[in-house]
């Protein structure tokens, strides 16, 4: 595969799509221009472990940035989105940067589903049991997602994604 120097930006399915060297530098910028001021990460492990990308993304959020949430897993459980939305209480920030491969991608778009949902972890659960699960019916304004896609597998793309609620 030849390296693609070239940049682009794209709006595609209500999406903008920014493609690039250095577009994380921009991220402030982008949060500015949508007046959106506290940027919660959300990766895995191995991505939040990763020093030289966490500084990257942090400086690109300058003072925009509250915080970390690690916590994704290749399983994309709904216990991994919940413990998100713990991050979310915590750190209240008005937009989710998913960071890594496609679980952690459709994880963070979940966090800001089921959060605005409103339902708990125990009453998605105990519906699925009985396969009476209602898909998220967002009860406010969902947190709106940006994301940092470090492979290509298509879920950068997605706008929703899935987890695993039973086993």
């Known amino acids: 595969m030849l390296p693609n120097k070239g940049s682009f930006d794209l ?11 250095g577009a994380v530098r921009s991220l402030k910028k982008r949060l500015a221009d949508r007046n959106l001021e506290r ?28 915080g970390i949430f690690d916590g994704t897993t290749p399983g994309k459980s709904i216990e991994d989105a919940y413990q998100g939305i713990e991050a ?14 496609g679980s952690s991608l459709d994880t ?11 339902r708990s972890l125990d009453t998605i659960k105990r519906a699925a049991e009985k396969q009476s699960l209602d898909p ?5 304004d969902q947190i709106p997602v940006i994301v940092v896609p470090t492979t290509f597998a298509g879920a950068a793309d997605s706008s929703g994604g899935s987890l695993i609620v039973l086993s």
């Open 11 to 21: 709006t595609h399915a209500n999406s903008e799509i920014v493609y690039g060297r």
């Open 39 to 66: 940027g919660l990460i959300v990766c895995g492990s191995n991505v939040g472990a990763n020093d030289k990308l966490m500084d990257r993304l942090r400086k690109g959020l300058d003072d925009r940035f509250v």
């Open 108 to 118: 963070t778009r979940q966090m800001s589903v089921l959060e605005a949902d409103g």
């Open 88 to 101: 979310i209480r915590r750190c209240e920030p008005d937009v989710l940067i998913g960071v890594g491969g």
């Open 136 to 140: 998220p019916s967002p009860q406010g």
